[in-house]
Nanobody, 111 residues
Framework: VQLQASGGGLVQAGGSLRLSCAYS?????????MYWFRQAPGKQRELVAS???????NYPDSVKGRFTASRDNAKNTVYLQMNSLKPEDTGVYYC?????WGQGTLVTVSS
C-alpha cells in the first residue's frame, strides 16, 4: 500500500487549501474508509476527517464547517478541502487507510 499526499503549502489565515491523497495497492479502495490526520509541532496526531467508501464523512468540532473530505473512487484519491484556515490548523497532514500512512504534507497558516 502506498499513499501519496500532496497540496500542502503556506497560506494566510482565512485562506484555503486542497489536499490530495492518492492510493495505490492491493486493497479495494472504494470500500475503504479513509482518514485525514494532522500533527502540529509538539502535539499528538489528531483525526480531522474520515470518509467512508460511499462518501459519508465525519469531522471533529475543531474543523467542522471548514473542512470537507471527498473522494474519487475512479482515481483512488481522497481530498481534503480546507477553508477559513486558522494558524492553529498548521501541521503535517497525513492520510491513512487500515493503519497504512502516507508521508504527510505540510500546511502552514500564517496570521
Amino acid at each position: 500500500v502506498q499513499l501519496q499526499a500532496s497540496g500542502g503549502g503556506l497560506v494566510q489565515a482565512g485562506g484555503s487549501l486542497r489536499l490530495s491523497c492518492a492510493y495505490s495497492g492491493s486493497m479495494i479502495f472504494s470500500i475503504r474508509t479513509m482518514y485525514w490526520f494532522r500533527q502540529a509541532p509538539g502535539k499528538q496526531r489528531e483525526l480531522v476527517a474520515s470518509i467512508t467508501g460511499v462518501g459519508d464523512t465525519n469531522y471533529p468540532d475543531s474543523v467542522k464547517g471548514r473542512f470537507t473530505a471527498s473522494r474519487d473512487n475512479a482515481k483512488n484519491t481522497v481530498y481534503l478541502q480546507m477553508n477559513s484556515l486558522k494558524p492553529e490548523d498548521t501541521g503535517v497532514y497525513y492520510c491513512m487507510v487500515s493503519n497504512y500512512w502516507g508521508q504527510g504534507t505540510l500546511v502552514t497558516v500564517s496570521s
